[in-house]
């Protein structure tokens, strides 16, 4: 079993100034003898930082290495990493890699020094999950909490609970007891890895909507980027200045790619008219992003159009 290391609040180092440095993954995987019964665990580091200073760069990375181990031969790969963009890196490997075998992404929200911190106990969940063959059909999945969740649901929903992720539109597919992986739900009904794959060379920014949010710095930003994501109101809903704004930047070509701010919902085609309604933003060329969220949309789009892929097939 692989284990690999990127950093977090799993691994990192109390200090006076607050917890900062990382342990590496071989301070993380189970002392000798109390690793699961029947895997043995080979650690090694990618990265060594906080989530939040992840950069796509270090996703691509990440991919390759997970890549590699599977290519060795392991049975399965657990990553370990921060929680702050968690569930952006679990589905980037979602788009990069090729599970022929179980990829699991975990982390802790309590760091070693602290009182009851829940690292170990995930790690050990997250290598029975891996271990298991039919896991690989789900793609990369999050194990936190016994819990297991699928790239494209999962997120982050709270700030510093131990029970920090959920997937609000379906649940978990599956726990971990008494050290065996009990799946509840079939895998995602289509995968979201890409038919090609490069490494990230395009810039996506994503733009945000709230109450009177014009579009006056829209096209500035995209005079920056390749491609935009918008955090929409309820099922696809933007302000009409800014309806006007993005449609503006669709017709320059570059993709308005159209997800919600909601953390659960679909996404509407015909209810609404009128100005930065979604039939409005469909009928001008913009995409819809089905279930995704904003950084999980972006993220399919910076990696989809670095490989070539028009945005409309990346998002049909």
């Known amino acids: 079993m692989g284990l690999l290391g990127t950093g977090g609040t799993i691994a990192a180092i109390a200090s006076e100034s607050g917890a900062r440095g990382h342990r590496g993954a071989g301070d993380l995987a189970p002392a000798d003898g109390a690793a699961p019964a029947g895997i043995e665990v080979h650690p090694r580091d990618v990265l060594r930082r906080s989530s939040r200073a992840m950069t796509l760069d270090d996703l691509w990375a990440l991919a390759e290495a997970v890549r590699a181990e599977i290519a060795a031969g392991r ?3 657990v990553v370990t990493h921060g929680t702050d963009t968690l569930e952006e890196t679990v589905y980037a490997l979602g788009l990069l890699v090729e599970t022929t075998a179980p990829v699991v992404v975990t982390g802790a929200m ?3 020094h602290l009182a009851g911190p829940d690292g170990p106990a ?3 969940a997250a290598l ?3 271990a298991e063959p039919a896991l690989a059909a789900y793609g990369p999945v999050v194990v936190f909490s016994d819990e297991v969740h699928v790239a494209r649901l999962v997120t982050k929903v709270h700030g510093t609970r131990i029970a920090a992720f959920a997937s609000p539109a379906a649940g978990p597919v599956g726990s971990v007891v008494e050290d065996r992986l009990e799946l509840l739900l079939g895998p995602p009904p289509t995968p979201d890895r890409l038919p090609r794959t490069a490494a990230p060379s395009r810039r996506v920014a994503i733009v945000p909507t709230a109450t009177e949010v014009d579009g006056s710095w829209v096209e500035a930003a995209a ?3 390749d491609g935009l994501v918008v ?7 933007v302000s009409p200045a800014l309806g006007e704004a993005l449609i503006r930047v669709a017709e320059s070509g570059r993709p308005v790619v159209v997800t919600s701010r909601c953390p659960d919902g679909a996404l509407l ?5 009128g100005a930065g309604s979604e039939i409005e933003l469909r ?9 995704l969220t904003a950084p999980k949309a972006r993220l399919r789009l910076v990696f989809g159009m670095s490989a070539g892929i028009p945005a409309d097939q990346l998002f049909p």
């Open 283 to 291: 009928k001008a060329g913009l995409l819809f992003a089905g279930g």
């Open 269 to 273: 085609a015909r209810t609404y008219g």
């Open 128 to 130: 029975v999950a891996a």
């Open 223 to 225: 005079g920056e980027a």
């Open 75 to 77: 049975d399965g790969v």
């Open 231 to 237: 955090a929409a109101l309820g099922g696809g809903h």
């Open 122 to 124: 995930n790690v050990r």
């Open 110 to 112: 309590r760091a070693a």
